[in-house]
């Protein structure tokens, strides 16, 4: 008999809900994709309806079951994967968010990351959580909703109030408020986590003033941590059973077992991380330690070089310049120029994070002549994902000793042929693109697949087929002459918020 069962992920990122039906085969055999609000209050602020979030996400997953005539019976499990760090805290009793979701990029609490640098904490934190202090994590995020809505730290002590990253609110929602969990690679994300002992930092709760109470519980990245519930999901109990953070879930979707491996996800930012094992990497260079996933009772770590802005430069060209409609035309107008006419676009919209970690810098457009046209700057804001790569890598090689042969890539922007090009030209390494690009939702599903014994590890360690082979080709001088241009145009947009008005 033909086998009808399949492994549904969730892939709540940053500007879209998606929901991604895979058969046996790890194939996609069904998608559904939903883009939600983003809202900006002020500048340097990014929120999201918590509410939408849920809304568009249990969308997607009606709309890709109906769509694939699909019964939720023939789900064998749920896997989630997230935006990280992005915050939310409700109330336990009525599951009502207290406040809009902080988004990952919002830069409001940059302040009180001054103070705690100021105070001397940086090295306890880093060796605690692995962690820069930064404005991106999910603790000043708490703190800042418990310090800025009326009675919230005193009704958090009481018990009343639950904190979770969008896993735990998905979790928390399918299962109508009976699972309050998240897994270690988004509690590593939070500024809060031990990723030594494994267990929240009472030291770190209490500097921030944020109630164990309202902690969820950390499990690891794949097991049966609830049911959906049968008013969800037309009168099914689904296993959701497996959860990680989207970056984490791409390093597996990409079949990173081994230490030493890599890959990069060019989606809203660009996110590289490197396996190191069952050994957590310091990194004098920037980069973040944080965990890869927890699995079969052990713990993996990677190191990890996070870039805020990377597609959403080019939803800014759609949406804020209005150079094109959609985001797949970036290449087509890239392609009608030679080269940038030496224009550089340092998209620092939100600050710059690793290796240069400057809450305080911000976008600019650098050597501008009248010459210039617009596909000159919709050309340089393409290679800003390629630099901004090739700075991470750069690091990464240092502090790991490992010298790499290959880049894996995936996510969003990785269809743009131009971009890959340029990214092998620029780093001097070929560029590998999967024949499944979804691999963020794909890893969801094999964490998932694997708690429920839909695949074994064997299985998916064979699956992942490379579609196109990117080579350098660009000579070495020009790729240095290029790549100098970049970094000075970098230091000039270093601090320009600190030091305004
Ligand atoms: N062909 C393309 N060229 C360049 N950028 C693209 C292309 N297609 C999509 N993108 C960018 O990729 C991002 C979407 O990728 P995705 O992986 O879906 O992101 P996320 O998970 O962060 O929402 C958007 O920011 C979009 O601007
Ligand atoms: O929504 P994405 O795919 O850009 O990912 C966001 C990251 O998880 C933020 O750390």
């Known amino acids: 008999m033909?086998?009808?069962?399949?492994?549904?992920?969730?892939?709540?990122?940053?500007?879209?809900?998606?929901?991604?039906?895979?058969?046996?085969a790890g194939r996609i055999h069904s998608i559904a994709q939903k883009e939600f609000t983003q809202i900006y209050p002020k500048p340097g602020w990014v929120e999201h309806d918590p509410m939408e979030i849920w809304g568009?996400?249990?969308?997607?997953?009606?709309?890709?079951?109906?769509?694939a005539a699909v019964s939720p019976q023939q789900v064998a499990a749920i896997g989630i994967t997230n935006q990280r760090e992005t915050t939310v805290v409700w109330e336990r009793a009525t599951g009502k968010p207290i406040y809009n979701a902080i988004v990952w990029q919002d830069r409001r609490t940059a302040d009180i990351c001054d103070q705690l640098k100021a105070d001397g904490y940086a090295d306890a934190i880093r060796?605690?959580?692995?962690?820069?202090?930064?404005?991106?994590?999910?603790?000043?995020?708490?703190?800042?909703i418990l310090d800025h809505v009326e009675g919230a730290r005193d009704r958090a002590e009481r018990g009343e109030l639950l904190f979770g990253t969008i896993d735990t609110w998905l979790v928390w929602n399918l299962t109508?408020?009976?699972?309050?969990?998240?897994?270690?690679?988004?509690?590593?994300?939070?500024?809060?986590?031990?990723?030594?002992?494994?267990d929240w930092d009472d030291e770190l709760l209490h500097l921030l003033g944020i109630p164990r109470a309202m902690l969820p519980e950390v499990r690891s990245s794949s097991e049966v941590y609830g049911h959906t519930d049968e008013h969800t999901f037309g009168g099914a109990n689904i296993p959701i059973a497996g959860i990680a953070g989207d970056q984490q879930a791409a390093l597996f979707g990409q079949t990173c077992f081994e230490p030493g491996m890599v890959k990069n996800t060019y989606g809203t930012g660009c996110f590289m991380l490197m396996n190191t094992g069952e050994k957590?990497?310091?990194?004098p260079s920037g980069l973040l330690t944080t965990i890869a996933w927890g699995l079969d009772g052990k713990v993996t770590y990677a190191l990890e070089g996070s870039v805020f802005i990377a597609g959403a430069a080019i939803q800014w060209l759609r949406d804020g310049l209005r150079f094109f409609d959609a985001a797949a035309d970036s290449e087509y107008f890239a392609s009608k120029v030679e080269?940038?006419?030496?224009?550089?676009?340092?998209?620092?919209?939100?600050?710059?994070?690793?290796?240069?970690?400057?809450?305080?810098?911000?976008?600019?457009?650098?050597?501008?002549?009248?010459?210039?046209?617009?596909?000159?700057?919709?050309?340089?804001?393409?290679?800003?994902?390629?630099?901004?790569?090739?700075?991470?890598?750069?690091?990464?090689?240092?502090d790991s000793g490992i010298e790499l042969k290959s880049l894996r890539v995936d996510g969003g922007a990785v269809a743009n042929n131009l971009l890959m090009q340029f990214q092998a030209d620029i780093l001097g390494v070929p560029v590998e693109r999967p024949r499944i690009t979804e691999s963020t939702a794909l890893g969801a599903a094999y964490l998932a697949g694997l708690a429920v014994g839909f695949?074994?590890?064997?299985?998916?360690?064979?699956?992942?087929?490379?579609?196109?082979?990117?080579?350098?080709?660009?000579?070495?001088?020009?790729?240095?002459?290029?790549?100098?241009?970049?970094?000075?145009?970098?230091?000039?947009?270093?601090?320009?918020?600190?030091?305004?008005?």
């Open 455 to 501: 695949w074994s590890k064997e299985e998916i360690a064979q699956s992942v087929e490379v579609e196109r082979r990117f080579e350098p080709q660009m000579d070495a001088e020009t790729r240095a002459r290029l790549y100098r241009g970049w970094q000075r145009a970098v230091e000039r947009t270093m601090g320009w918020a600190e030091e305004g008005d």
């Open 56 to 67: 568009t996400q249990s969308g997607v997953a009606r709309e890709v079951l109906e769509k």
């Open 176 to 198: 109508r408020g009976k699972v309050h969990v998240t897994d270690y690679t988004n509690a590593s994300r939070t500024m809060l986590f031990n990723i030594h002992t494994l």
């Open 127 to 144: 060796e605690k959580t692995g962690l820069v202090i930064d404005a991106y994590f999910s603790g000043t995020k708490i703190k800042w």
């Open 280 to 283: 957590p990497v310091a990194s």
């Open 339 to 398: 080269d940038t006419g030496g224009v550089y676009v340092v998209p620092a919209f939100a600050g710059l994070g690793a290796p240069y970690w400057d809450m305080y810098a911000r976008g600019a457009i650098f050597g501008l002549t009248r010459g210039t046209r617009k596909e000159h700057i919709i050309r340089a804001t393409l290679e800003s994902l390629a630099y901004q790569t090739k700075d991470i890598l750069d690091a990464m090689q240092r």
């Open 2 to 24: 033909e086998d009808k069962t399949f492994i549904l992920a969730f892939d709540q990122g940053t500007t879209s809900s998606r929901a991604i039906l895979f058969d046996r």
